[in-house]
């Protein structure tokens, strides 16, 4: 439901092969079902495979979203340019739309 990297299935099977994720089935308010890819909790935070530039961004979006619902974060991307321009034709979204996020 919404944007999501290239190859994601494949990075997420490769995560949870590695014991990295779980994968939980879930049933959204909106009526449907999907999978849930849900961090380990005895797996420690790695701060040394991000550069200190990165580091920042996830902290920025730590402090944005902390308080917000996966249905919401759904709801928040559907409202950006780049999911509106790309939706119907499932076009690749290019990264030159990060400059125009309304959630920054």
Known sequence: M???PN???SIFEYLVNNDEVDI???EFPQGYTGEQFVA???RPFKPDFFSE???KTLEKV???FKETSTTDIIALSHSEEAWKKNEKGKSVISYEYAFELNQT
Request: hydrophobic share 30%.
């Open 62 to 64: 730590t402090i944005v």
């Open 24 to 26: 939980y089935t879930t």
């Open 40 to 42: 380990r909790k005895d």
């Open 53 to 55: 530039n990165e580091l």
């Open 2 to 4: 919404g944007p999501v």
């Open 7 to 9: 190859n994601f299935q």
